[in-house]
């Protein structure tokens, strides 16, 4: 039995008891908000508008993408957490939201009590980079240099995946990289190529194409096997570090008290979205891998990303400000 169809009978089999529940959503007429917590061009943003294209297709009604960006990442989670529970509004969320839970603990909602998961759609690995000039060539140069020197290493914010991801290069080689946070990716993109900065453990696809038109130098990708996107950057796995193995993912959830029939319909749908063809190879070229899971297992994935990053988060002593 291939993958997709064990994923999706999973699915199916939780959902057959409200089946005739189920059928009826969404109502011709009716339309569904895609709450995407981030600017729009960004990764999320383009893995969202994606599925919401399949879901329209799939269901005949308006899927339509809602950018509300802001408290990083709660503005728009906190809609969805305090909307309505039937089903007419989504979530998208990433890593960043599972490091909110250690970051804000007196968050106006809570992340895993007022929200439910619906489905893992794909994750990014994150990637290792330096100016086109830096000195520093391998990752093997980047441990030995930040152990003498202490380098700037830019981010898109406190507790965003780059700073994360810096912070964890940090407690395994026990150096201190300065943490130079940005309003971005974008920003810190500009500044690295310009020499501002050392480095920056990036969202692929804020990166890569500065990698490919030379303006960056890619040390190692944050995964355990090769990127076939940049299929001559190591791995951190043969970097002889697989602790530092990141995976910047996307995902749905809902509102906690939406009906399970409605949640797994929605699951089931996405999950099928994913593996279609043209969804695998958009997400291929956005620098996004594939890995779809239903209710019951990102669900568990994602309880182990929030222990994973909030024990980090206390060791590192980061702070949302």
């Not at 007022?114 to 893992?120: C, H, Q």
């Not at 290792?128 to 980047?142: E, G, K, M, Y």
């Not at 700037?152 to 780059?162: F, K, L, T, V, Y």
């Not at 509102?255 to 699951?267: G, Q, W």
Request: charged share 20%; hydrophobic share 45%.
């Amino acid at each position: 039995m291939q993958r997709r169809d064990i994923i999706l009978g999973a699915a199916a089999s939780i959902a057959v008891p409200q089946l005739a529940f189920a059928q009826d959503f969404p109502k011709p007429g009716s339309t569904i908000k895609y709450v995407v917590p981030f600017a729009p061009g960004g990764l999320t943003d383009v893995m969202a508008r994606i599925v919401a294209q399949k879901l329209n297709e799939a269901w005949k009604v308006p899927v339509v993408v809602e950018n509300k960006a802001g408290g990083n990442a709660q503005i728009g989670a906190e809609q969805v957490a305090k909307g309505a529970s039937d089903g007419s509004q989504l979530l998208a969320i990433t890593l960043t939201h599972a490091a909110n839970v250690s970051l804000f603990p007196n968050a106006p909602y809570s992340f895993t009590k007022d929200l439910r998961p619906v489905a893992l759609l794909a994750g990014s690995p994150m990637l290792i980079v330096v100016p086109a000039n830096s000195p520093i060539n391998t990752f093997q140069d980047l441990v030995k240099v930040s152990k003498t020197k202490t380098l700037n290493a830019g981010n898109s914010g406190n507790g965003s995946p780059p700073h994360l991801t810096c912070a964890l290069f940090n407690d395994l080689n026990k150096t201190k990289m300065t943490h130079v946070p940005y309003r971005g990716g974008a920003l810190s993109m500009n500044d690295l190529i310009g020499g501002q900065l050392d480095i920056v453990f990036s969202n692929m696809p804020e990166s890569i194409a500065n990698v490919k038109g030379g303006k960056l130098k890619a040390l190692a990708v944050c995964s355990l096997q090769r990127n076939p996107l940049l299929p001559d950057v190591p791995t951190v796995l043969e970097a002889g570090m697989p602790g530092l193995f990141v995976e910047n993912w996307t995902a749905a959830m809902i509102h906690a008290s939406t009906p399970d029939a409605i949640v797994e319909k929605y699951s089931r749908e996405i999950i099928k979205a994913m593996f279609t063809k043209d969804v695998e190879d958009r997400a291929k070229v956005q620098g996004f891998k594939v890995s779809p899971k239903g209710t019951q297992d990102f669900a568990a994935f994602l309880n182990t990303e929030i222990t994973r990053w909030g024990r980090l988060i206390k060791t590192a002593k980061i702070t949302a400000a």
